[in-house]
């Protein structure tokens, strides 16, 4: 337990470190306002600090910085939630009053925000597939060899895709199949496409085509959704324009973690509900132990649907980011209420 001396100034040491990136020493906060002991005694308590793990000293003669302890001790009892300025609520106020008809879109403008309002990186985790369904298939053909498959689901994704007819099918039964989808697979979760599509429509084409399994494998690759395409990263190159990443091959390797969707995704991936707090080291990724990474996840009706995270230097802005994480989650419910009604 550290005493309410030793809280007050561990938390304006690293109030003014996240402020100036710079080591933080005993006669900066013995001129703050709300500290009012001496500088020998700040330095007897910065050393004590130290030797409990809660600050470094990065130079024999520089001041101090908190150390990864630190900032948790800082999180988990220190921090105060900082008041979202008039113009940021304004932005966010704005973009949740827009009428927008695609969910996808709609995700990736709230990853724009959280960047720009942060000048962090942000990941958001769009929903899980369980949430997502099949609306709606339609096929133009384009000659006797190819066709336009147009395909619609429930959060108003549309994606259009040329397929080539297998050879002996004829575009009266490609017409049959996507009568059958409509039928069959409308409201379906795409998590349970791939399993009702062999078990059932692959079962009922083998009736009337020889050719089912070819028929069966084009649909899987017009219908079955792409995990990759969950994911939406907005402000990466942001981490350039902190001073702890001067060093090239320490924001070559985060910069590169941003194309591995799989790694990225388990990252992000909320272990429980609300929001978490991983500083340096506690992220499970190498490349993330300079870093921290906070995340906040979105739900209707006590379903988790995804994630919005943001990551930054461990000498993040806690306070701010916690607040804008919380405002954001529940208007992003709200938001996507329009299509999980």
Same mark, same amino acid.
């Given at each position: +337990? =550290?005493?309410?001396? %030793?809280?007050?100034? &561990?938390?304006a040491?690293v @109030? @003014?470190?996240?402020?100036s990136?710079e080591?933080?020493?005993?006669?900066?906060?013995?001129?703050?306002?709300?500290?009012?002991?001496?500088?020998a005694?700040?330095?007897?308590e910065?050393?004590?600090? #130290?030797?409990? /793990? !809660?600050?470094? %000293?990065?130079?024999?003669?520089?001041?101090?910085i908190?150390?990864?302890? /630190?900032?948790?001790y800082?999180?988990?009892?220190l921090?105060?939630?900082?008041?979202?300025s008039?113009?940021?609520?304004?932005?966010?106020?704005? !973009? !949740?009053?827009?009428?927008?008809?695609?969910?996808?879109?709609?995700?990736?403008?709230?990853?724009?925000? =959280?960047?720009?309002?942060?000048n962090?990186?942000?990941?958001?985790?769009?929903p899980? =597939? +369980?949430?997502?369904t099949?609306?709606?298939? %339609?096929m133009?053909p384009?000659?006797?060899?190819?066709?336009?498959v147009?395909?619609v689901?429930?959060?108003?994704h549309?994606?259009?895709k040329v397929v080539?007819i297998?050879d /002996?099918?004829?575009?009266?039964?490609?017409?049959?199949?996507?009568?059958?989808?409509?039928?069959r +697979?409308t409201?379906?979760?795409?998590?349970? !496409?791939?399993?009702?599509?062999?078990n059932?429509?692959g079962a009922?084409?083998s009736?009337y085509?020889?050719?089912?399994?070819?028929?069966?494998?084009?649909?899987?690759?017009?219908?079955?959704?792409?995990?990759?395409?969950?994911?939406f990263?907005?402000?990466?190159t942001?981490m350039?324009?902190?001073?702890?990443f001067?060093d090239?091959?320490?924001?070559?390797?985060i910069? @590169?973690?941003?194309?591995?969707?799989?790694?990225?995704?388990?990252?992000?991936?909320?272990?429980?509900d609300?929001?978490?707090?991983?500083i340096?080291?506690?992220?499970t990724?190498?490349?993330?132990?300079?870093?921290? &990474?906070?995340?906040a996840?979105?739900?209707i @009706?006590?379903?988790?649907?995804?994630?919005?995270?943001?990551m930054?230097?461990?000498?993040? #802005?806690?306070g701010k980011?916690?607040s804008?994480?919380?405002?954001?989650?529940?208007d +992003?419910?709200? =938001?996507l209420g329009?299509w999980?009604k």
């Amino acid at each position: +337990m =550290l005493s309410e001396r %030793q809280r007050l100034i &561990l938390s304006a040491i690293v @109030d @003014d470190y996240i402020r100036s990136a710079e080591p933080v020493g005993s006669r900066t906060i013995s001129k703050r306002t709300d500290v009012s002991f001496s500088p020998a005694t700040i330095r007897n308590e910065m050393s004590d600090l #130290e030797e409990l /793990g !809660f600050l470094e %000293q990065p130079h024999t003669s520089a001041g101090r910085i908190p150390s990864n302890k /630190g900032y948790r001790y800082y999180v988990d009892h220190l921090v105060k939630r900082g008041n979202l300025s008039r113009q940021e609520l304004e932005v966010i106020k704005q !973009f !949740f009053a827009e009428k927008l008809d695609e969910m996808e879109r709609a995700i990736q403008h709230v990853a724009v925000i =959280l960047s720009s309002l942060t000048n962090y990186t942000s990941i958001v985790l769009g929903p899980e =597939l +369980m949430g997502t369904t099949l609306k709606h298939v %339609q096929m133009i053909p384009l000659n006797d060899q190819s066709a336009v498959v147009i395909v619609v689901t429930n959060t108003g994704h549309v994606e259009n895709k040329v397929v080539m007819i297998p050879d /002996g099918v004829s575009m009266s039964e490609m017409e049959r199949v996507v009568n059958m989808l409509n039928a069959r +697979m409308t409201g379906v979760p795409l998590l349970h !496409f791939k399993s009702k599509l062999y078990n059932e429509i692959g079962a009922e084409l083998s009736h009337y085509s020889t050719q089912y399994e070819e028929l069966v494998s084009l649909i899987e690759g017009v219908l079955l959704h792409d995990e990759d395409d969950r994911i939406f990263i907005s402000g990466a190159t942001n981490m350039l324009t902190q001073p702890e990443f001067r060093d090239v091959g320490k924001v070559k390797s985060i910069l @590169d973690l941003f194309d591995e969707t799989q790694t990225l995704m388990r990252l992000v991936s909320a272990t429980s509900d609300g929001i978490q707090v991983r500083i340096g080291t506690e992220n499970t990724v190498e490349a993330m132990n300079t870093c921290s &990474l906070i995340t906040a996840t979105y739900s209707i @009706d006590g379903r988790t649907l995804g994630t919005i995270g943001i990551m930054g230097p461990t000498r993040m #802005e806690y306070g701010k980011v916690i607040s804008l994480l919380d405002v954001l989650s529940k208007d +992003m419910a709200v =938001l996507l209420g329009r299509w999980y009604k």
